[in-house]
């Protein structure tokens, strides 16, 4: 059973940045790409991006480019999604969720990561 | 971009009956890349259906997917007390991956 772990809830103010990480308990880990996901308060789901853990080449949802960093750490089974200029409205759980290979569903998440951004 | 339409925003129905909740894409999907996931309050998605008609693991058989194109159904059989849930459909045969908004399914 793969475990996806986040780091805990943040609070920053707006203009700052939140880097949330996601440990896998898997030893396949650089064989399955991380998605990023985003649900404000009592909203859907919007994607933010995708990582190969491998090469750690990234995809961007348009909306989150140049304002999102993913990146990971091999040695340790971890990605992390750093976003930046931090205002009100990315005010969200952030989820990390595995994929068995590109074009595949979101067979894992993890538990979710608040961000709040408040004066 | 494709964007997903959910129908309805929410469902009101009781336990025992059939629940069925539509998606509508902007542009034709490819069927083995479609996906439905279940969300309670506090709680990450779950993957129920992919590759639009097949049940992830565990998933019980009263939940059933069908559809193909721009037209998808999700089918509860006779909804259970722990069932009552929101639901989102996905599309992930283009980037980006995108998610509808989601139908409710309350308690009558």
């Known amino acids: 059973q793969v475990q996806l772990e986040q780091s805990g809830a943040e609070v920053r103010k707006p203009g700052a940045s939140a880097k949330v990480s996601c440990k896998a308990s898997e030893n396949t880990f650089t064989s399955h790409y991380m998605h990023w996901v985003r649900q404000a308060p009592g909203q859907g789901l919007e994607w933010i991006g995708i990582i190969n853990p491998n090469s750690g080449y990234t995809i961007y949802a348009e909306k989150f480019q140049g304002r999102v960093t993913m990146t990971r750490d091999t040695s340790t089974s971890t990605v992390y999604m750093e976003l930046s200029s931090l205002t009100s409205e990315d005010t969200a759980v952030y989820y990390c969720a595995r994929v068995k290979a590109a074009r595949s569903p979101f067979d894992y998440w993890g538990q979710g990561t608040l961000v709040s951004v408040s004066s | 971009e494709i964007v997903l339409t959910q129908s309805p925003g929410t469902l009101s129905l009781s336990p025992g009956e059939r629940a069925t909740l539509s998606c509508r894409a902007s542009?034709?999907?490819?069927?083995?890349?479609f996906a439905w996931y279940q969300q309670k309050p506090g709680q990450a998605p779950r993957l129920l259906i992919y590759a639009a008609s097949s049940r992830a693991t565990g998933i019980p058989d009263r939940f059933s997917g069908s559809g193909s194109g721009t037209d998808f159904t999700l089918t509860i059989s006779r909804l259970e007390p722990e069932d009552f849930a929101v639901y989102y459909c996905q599309q992930y045969d283009s980037s980006p991956e995108t998610f509808g908004g989601g139908t409710k399914v309350e308690i009558k």
């Open positions: 542009q034709s999907v490819g069927s083995g890349y």
